[in-house]
């Protein structure tokens, strides 16, 4: 499996994910912008008092999002590596995992990764492993059979 291409794969994935957030927020300011032009009492306030609740809730998404994105930013997918850091694509017994941000499974190429941080229990657990180790999680024993 080609590191690069499952990096440039992430990137994608966090550029859409970003993308989706600021259209969703750039739309729920637009509604605000009318619904403050209407003037229908009560009801118009708690309307507009729950557009408020959504772009609150959408700028903090976006913000996480765009932390990640500059966490991502700063890995260099051609480096390799012989123990298990940032940025390493690790295959093992259960599957590949991609170290580097906490973003759930992306499909590649036809196979599943588990793209996760180094803070993940996971992660932590096989942070400074090296290919060939073992570790045991959540009752299930984890062999790390390759590392780039």
Same mark, same amino acid.
């Given at each position: #499996?080609? %590191?690069?291409n499952v990096y440039d794969k992430i990137v994608f994935e966090i550029n859409c994910r970003i993308?989706? =957030? @600021?259209? *969703?927020?750039?739309? @729920?300011?637009?509604?605000?912008?009318? $619904?403050?032009?209407?003037?229908a009492g009560d009801k118009h306030n708690t309307s507009r008092a729950m557009m408020h609740i959504? =772009?609150? %809730? /959408?700028? @903090? @998404?976006?913000?996480?999002?765009?932390? =990640?994105? %500059?966490?991502? +930013?700063?890995?260099? &997918?051609?480096?390799?590596?012989?123990?298990? +850091?940032?940025?390493?694509?690790?295959?093992? !017994?259960?599957?590949?995992?991609?170290?580097? *941000? &906490?973003?759930? !499974?992306?499909?590649?190429?036809?196979?599943? =990764? #588990?793209?996760?941080?180094? *803070?993940? &229990?996971?992660?932590?657990? /096989? +942070?400074?492993?090296?290919?060939?180790?073992?570790?045991? /999680?959540?009752?299930?024993?984890? $062999?790390?059979? %390759?590392?780039?």
């Amino acid at each position: #499996m080609n %590191k690069k291409n499952v990096y440039d794969k992430i990137v994608f994935e966090i550029n859409c994910r970003i993308s989706k =957030i @600021q259209k *969703a927020l750039d739309n @729920q300011k637009e509604n605000l912008i009318v $619904e403050s032009k209407s003037t229908a009492g009560d009801k118009h306030n708690t309307s507009r008092a729950m557009m408020h609740i959504e =772009i609150d %809730k /959408l700028s @903090q @998404q976006l913000s996480k999002l765009i932390q =990640i994105n %500059k966490l991502i +930013q700063s890995v260099k &997918p051609e480096k390799c590596n012989d123990k298990i +850091q940032l940025g390493s694509l690790v295959e093992t !017994n259960f599957g590949y995992l991609y170290i580097i *941000a &906490p973003l759930g !499974n992306i499909s590649f190429k036809g196979k599943k =990764i #588990m793209v996760i941080s180094l *803070a993940s &229990p996971i992660g932590k657990a /096989l +942070q400074d492993k090296t290919q060939r180790e073992f570790i045991t /999680l959540y009752g299930n024993r984890w $062999e790390i059979k %390759k590392i780039t």
